[in-house]
């Protein structure tokens, strides 16, 4: 263990991104935390952490491959992890930064173990693409001393692809909301990238069928993404312009407004793990409606909370039957019981000391 007290450990991902950021704030009051970021670095993170411990490479990487810009970066990361001397990399993405993470520890002989954290579609979707990238997810996991997943079904995936110990718990929240706007009854929201793995073209159908059945629904769509121009002209098509209204990215706080307000929340991917939208939006007293993924029944326990989406036609008639304001409170709960960020974090690190050389 590194001298000075405490584990040295260095996040390895994207510091664009504001889950890295979650993780960062979590850690850095308990470990000597650096970190790698294949792009830049959100402005938190410079105020979390000083220039010495952060690593910009400055690059757009691809997660579903082509990470050329990214791998031509080895050598300096190689140096600076050398240089660093962690305990353990933690790498966030595994077919990414998780390969990245691999080849620094093998190039440079690294003394520090790895610890990988899948974050979805890195297993489910990239993995399953061909031999070279299933060959290489199996490395990075079978080179992961622990690894983290946020669903029992994606753990199953990654034991298949070779992982040894895999600690399961949801990417959580770091403090439950408070409850303060009034629900509006038929009002949706969604806020799932506007790209092909998330079908927000489902949404828009599901919502149309809404619309028809109830005058006075009307949905937000929040995030951003290639087909946001498709969708709208989709909307105007559909004659549903003034009832569905794109909002683009949002900050933390504009985004917990519309959770307030919103009933019902619409998550329909192709595939996905246990969404922290999801989980937000329960704990702000949304119904989900989501696709039906084993993740989506394990966080919903099968419609117990919220609604498996199949049929379009019959789901006005299953939103109307439901007890929203009773659903509200026992989504909230089930949030508070299960959906916590902070008791997972502290597990986590618990294991990385057990494994840990003296």
């Not at 670095?41 to 952060?54: H, K, N, S, T, V």
Request: charged content about 20%; overall charge positive.
């Amino acid at each position: 263990m590194s001298l000075g007290g405490g584990l040295k450990l260095v996040l390895i991902g994207d510091g664009e991104s504001p889950h890295l950021l979650k993780w960062a704030r979590a850690l850095q009051p308990r470990v000597q935390l650096h970190a790698i970021s294949s792009r830049g670095f959100l402005p938190e993170f410079l105020q979390l952490l000083p220039d010495a411990r952060r690593l910009a490479l400055n690059t757009e990487p691809d997660h579903a491959g082509g990470n050329v810009a990214l791998i031509k970066q080895l050598p300096r990361i190689g140096a600076w992890l050398a240089d660093t001397d962690a305990d353990w990399l933690h790498a966030h993405y595994l077919t990414s930064h998780g390969s990245l993470a691999w080849a620094a520890k093998l190039g440079w002989r690294l003394r520090a173990q790895i610890a990988g954290s899948a974050w979805g579609s890195d297993i489910l979707v990239t993995a399953q693409r061909g031999g070279a990238w299933r060959w290489m997810t199996k490395k990075v996991l079978r080179n992961c001393t622990l690894a983290t997943s946020d669903s029992l079904y994606m753990t199953e995936r990654m034991r298949e692809l070779g992982a040894g110990e895999v600690m399961t718990f949801p990417f959580g929240l770091e403090a439950m909301p408070k409850q303060s706007a009034k629900k509006q009854p038929w009002l949706c929201f969604a806020n799932r990238g506007l790209e092909p793995i998330y079908r927000p073209q489902r949404v828009i159908e599901a919502f149309a069928h809404i619309a028809a059945a109830q005058s006075e629904a009307r949905l937000v769509v929040a995030n951003d993404g290639s087909l946001r121009t498709v969708l709208e002209a989709d909307v105007v098509a559909r004659g549903l312009a003034d009832r569905v209204s794109f909002v683009g990215r949002l900050d933390a706080a504009t985004q917990a407004s519309h959770y307030a307000r919103s009933t019902w929340f619409l998550s329909l991917p192709e595939s996905d793990s246990v969404s922290v939208s999801v989980l937000e939006a329960m704990a702000h007293g949304c119904v989900p409606l989501l696709s039906d993924l084993p993740a989506n029944r394990e966080v919903i326990g099968d419609s117990a909370r919220g609604l498996i989406v199949g049929s379009l036609a019959d789901l006005p008639a299953r939103m109307a039957a439901l007890d929203n304001a009773r659903l509200a409170t026992i989504n909230r709960d089930w949030v508070a019981a299960n959906g916590l960020f902070e008791p997972h974090v502290q597990r986590f690190l618990t294991r990385l000391k057990e494994l840990t050389p003296a």
